[in-house]
Structure formats: C-alpha cells, structure tokens
C-alpha cells in the first residue's frame, strides 16, 4: 500500500530537543479494537469492518484527541474523523479517484507543487499526527515526492530559481511532524532567498496534539524574518478543549497570524448551527476562518460528501448568521484552475 510508505513515527534519538510530544506521536492509537474501547464502543459492529479499512490507509490518532470525543457514542463528531467504516471500501461514484486535486501534474520539482502564482508548496514530510479517513492525500505517493527525504537539496535549489515563489507553504503530511531543529535548517536556507516575502505553515497538529507546540518551536517561530501565517486545521468545536486553546495562544504569542481551514464533512459538520459554533470558537482562541473546503473526491470518502447545493445553502446561512470576518470562504480544489474555486461560483451540482 502506498501509505505504508508514511515515515514511521519514531522519537529520533539524534534530536536534542525535550521529546515529550514525539513520545505521544509514537503512543498514537493505531488498533482498531484498542479505539473502540477506549471509547467505550462495543467490538461488534464496527471492529471487522475498521481492520479492513485500516489497511487502505492505517488508523492513526494520539491519545490526547481521543480524550475530547464522547463516549459510548459512534457518531461522535471527533471519532468520525478518523474511525476506519465500511463504507470506505463500498463502491464509489466514478468521480471519486485516487488523485482528485491533480497533485502529481504540477509536482515539477521532488517536494515541490508550483499550482498558483506567487506561491510554493513544500510536500515536507508524509506523517501525520493523525490520520483522518476524508484525506485527499490518502494515497499520495509521499515516498517519491518529499521535500525531506533525499530531495531536501533539489527542492531548496528549486524554490531558490524560482523568483515568482514570493509565499513558501510548509504542508505535507504535517510539517510539524518534523523535528524543530530540521524546519529551521529548512527556513534557515530560505531566509538566504531575497524574493521569499512570507512564510506560511499548514498544519493539524497544534490541535489534534498540542504538546507540538513546544518551547523549541515557539522560538522557532519567534525567531522567524516573515510575517508568518499559520493555517490550522479544525472541523468542530469540539477539538478545541483547554491543552488545544493553551497551544493555540503560545502561537499567537510569536505573533503568527493564525487562521482555520475546515473540510465540509456529512455527518462531523454538516449543519449551520456547528459550522457557526466553530466560527465562534475559532474567534475566542484567537484563530480567524479561512476556507471551508468542499471535500475533494479521493476515493474511499464518498460517504463524507456533502453535495455543492446543500454546501451553498449552509453557507448563507452562516452568511445571515455571523459577520463576515467568522465566514469562511466556501472553495474547492479543481485540478487546472488558477486559485481555489468558489462553490458559489460553480454553477450546477457536481454529479456523482
Ligand atoms: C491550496 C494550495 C495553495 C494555497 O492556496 P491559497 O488560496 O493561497 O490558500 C498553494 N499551493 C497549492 C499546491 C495548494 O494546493
Ligand atoms: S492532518 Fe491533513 S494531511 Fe494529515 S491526514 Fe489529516 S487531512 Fe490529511
């Protein structure tokens, strides 16, 4: 399986860092069965079903989020997010591919994706803290794509001749799953770069494993030459608990803009009254909405879809709600397009 080829998540003892949060990145749940009880579910329906789907793309959360969801309760919007289903191996709407951005056209570089002007996306690493089941890059083939691995140097030389690349994105995977001391190798070679005006960094791991964000890495970030934006990743309130919002304001502190991205996703967040609650909690943590994606169609999350005119109608919602500063921008990846494309904007439904 191609995920199997994520880098394994153990501490590195070459770090020197304190390791308190690559300790619980490595005692992520990854069993099934262990999930299911310390939820409180029974076994039976959902165990058979989780192991096989865990082999498309593993099971992965850290302890520390499996403590916000609500036990005894299989819809609960956190173990939704990540519980392998059956319905990740049900037949999907043709729609539904392994690379529905288009990701592997425009990787012109190893580790490097060039899709909109003035900006560079760095693939840093394949890990992630956690796995969510709607992942547009469960199938990526991060073994031949990383920035990190072996491509470090041909992606840093790429990004130094390309002087269109005004914005350098760390994504991945989570940049984050990276030790600290190899993002500021990396941003210490950027800051070398004269055309490199802004840095931004997308990332889930403050929230779903606040530990991350640690005495190194807010140095890090404080020591940093660009105003810096920092692109979190949450779908509900309920990832926002007391270590979370503690994380997010050690991020604040370094003067990082902090923004949100959501995934639309049936069944986590598809109603008016939660996508309206995390625009007013994101606010309270300091941390201002962005986008709200359309879930992009990989194959095995067609049980996530929410279809583009429901999409519509639960954002004027939002729009007759709140102001608009706490309305994200309801967009879709769609692969060749110049920028993120506005559902409002695509006219008739998507079909499948
Ligand atoms: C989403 C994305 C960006 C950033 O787009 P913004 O609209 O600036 O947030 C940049 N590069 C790639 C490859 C992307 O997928
Ligand atoms: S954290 Fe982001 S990249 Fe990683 S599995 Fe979740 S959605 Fe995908």
Redesign the pocket.
């Known amino acids: 399986m191609i995920a199997a080829s994520r880098e394994p998540h153990q501490p590195d003892p070459t770090s020197p860092e304190p390791r308190a949060w690559q300790r619980e990145l490595a005692e992520a749940v990854t069993d099934p069965g262990e999930l299911l009880d310390l939820v409180g579910l029974d076994r039976e329906p959902w165990l058979a079903a989780a192991r096989r789907a865990a082999t498309l793309f593993p099971l992965r959360v850290p302890r520390p989020y499996v403590a916000r969801m609500r036990r005894g309760d299989a819809n609960d919007p956190l173990l939704r997010q990540v519980l392998p289903l059956a319905e990740e191996f049900a037949p999907q709407p043709p729609s539904f591919v392994a690379d529905p951005v288009g990701d592997l056209a425009v990787a012109a570089h190893p580790g490097v994706l060039r899709k909109y002007r003035g900006r560079a996306l760095l693939v840093t690493t394949g890990a992630?803290?956690?796995?969510?089941r709607?992942?547009?890059?469960?199938e990526f083939p991060y073994g031949e794509q990383l920035a990190s691995t072996g491509h470090w140097a041909a992606a840093v030389a790429a990004l130094r001749a390309d002087t269109d690349a005004r914005e350098v994105l760390l994504?991945?995977?989570?940049p984050l799953s990276l030790a600290t001391h190899k993002l500021a190798e990396l941003t210490t070679q950027l800051a070398t770069m004269p055309h490199v005006e802004r840095l931004r960094i997308?990332?889930?791991?403050p929230i779903?494993l606040p530990s991350r964000v640690d005495e190194a890495l807010v140095s890090w970030l404080a020591s940093l030459r660009w105003p810096t934006t920092i692109v979190l990743?949450v779908n509900h309130a309920q990832e926002l608990d007391g270590p979370t919002i503690e994380a997010l304001a050690r991020l604040r502190a370094t003067r990082a803009h902090l923004l949100n991205q959501s995934?639309l996703l049936r069944g986590v967040n598809d109603d008016a009254a939660t996508l309206a609650a995390l625009s007013v909690a994101l606010h309270a943590a300091g941390v201002l909405p962005y986008y709200l994606h359309g879930l992009d169609p990989v194959r095995g999350s067609a049980h996530f879809d929410v279809p583009d005119d429901e999409a519509r109608r639960l954002h004027e919602a939002l729009i007759r709600e709140l102001p608009g500063y706490l309305v994200p921008r309801l967009v879709r990846e769609v692969p060749g397009a110049p920028s993120k494309v506005s559902i409002s904007s695509v006219g008739t439904a998507r079909t499948g």
């Open positions: 992630c803290a956690v796995h969510c709607y992942c547009f890059r469960r994504s991945g995977g989570d997308h990332t889930r791991q779903v990743h995934v």
